[in-house]
């Protein structure tokens, strides 16, 4: 299993374009989520699903949207990327819809500056 | 204040001692997580708990809901250890998680 996956690693953007952040996992999991991870704060939720067609906010959600088409895939939109949203980006997932009382499995991480 | 505190900030230590990180949260909970996140930047999940105490190798964790308190506990500290360890909780009730700021741990040869 490759885990879960997230693209790209890297990203530099200008002020107003937008993005797609990719995350896709391989284990069948059902609760999939997104944080932004900030220099001096924990991570913070941005959105999160409990299964294909499911998605809500989480505590910072304005800015991103997504959806959830497949159990695989939870792709974190940014629409006007803004100098505040420079954060590094991670993907986690976890195995039932109950999401955050099992064990979370996290991707390697998306570094974003927006200038 | 935050609903997950950890202490200390940052804690430096020398090869082969003895390691404590402590974190209290002032919500009921219906889990609490403890993850490390390497030099690199990956986030790897250690223990989850809802009682009790758990043992993974040199790590421990242990939790007392009474007191709203836990604790992970590094036996024979390696400069592998070094990295930043996260405590999280899942709010009872509810369906995210609250993580703490962190606890950047060195450990020195």
């Known amino acids: 299993n490759a885990g879960v996956t997230q693209t790209p690693k890297f990203q530099v953007l200008k002020t107003g374009q937008s993005m797609t952040l990719q995350c896709a996992q391989d284990?069948?999991?059902?609760?999939m989520s997104w944080y932004r991870q900030d220099p001096g704060m924990g991570l913070r939720l941005i959105h999160y699903?409990?299964?294909?067609?499911?998605?809500d906010q989480g505590e910072v959600p304005n800015g991103y949207n997504v959806s959830r088409s497949t159990t695989e895939d939870f792709p974190l939109r940014l629409l006007s990327a803004a100098p505040s949203q420079t954060s590094v980006y991670f993907c986690?997932?976890?195995?039932?819809?109950?999401?955050?009382?099992?064990?979370?499995?996290f991707g390697p991480g998306t570094r974003l500056t927006v200038l | 204040k935050n609903e997950v505190e950890q202490s200390p900030q940052n804690l430096t230590a020398q090869e082969g001692e003895f390691i404590t990180i402590n974190c209290s949260y002032s919500?009921?909970?219906?889990?609490l997580h403890w993850l490390q996140q390497h030099p690199g930047g990956g986030i790897v999940s250690l223990f989850m708990?809802?009682?009790g105490k758990k043992k993974h190798g040199r790590l421990i964790a242990t939790i007392n809901i009474q007191e709203k308190h836990s604790s992970l506990h590094i036996t024979a500290s390696h400069p592998r250890d070094s990295a930043v360890y996260i405590c999280?909780?899942?709010?009872?009730?509810?369906?995210?998680?609250?993580f703490g700021e962190g606890t950047q741990l060195t450990v020195n040869p």
């Open positions: 986690a997932s976890s195995y039932s819809w109950r999401g955050t009382t099992d064990t979370q499995y």
């Open positions: 284990m069948n999991h059902e609760y």
């Open positions: 699903s409990v299964g294909a067609g499911i998605t």
């Open positions: 919500v009921g909970i219906s889990a």
């Open positions: 708990l809802s009682s």
């Open positions: 999280a909780v899942t709010i009872r009730g509810g369906s995210r998680l609250t």
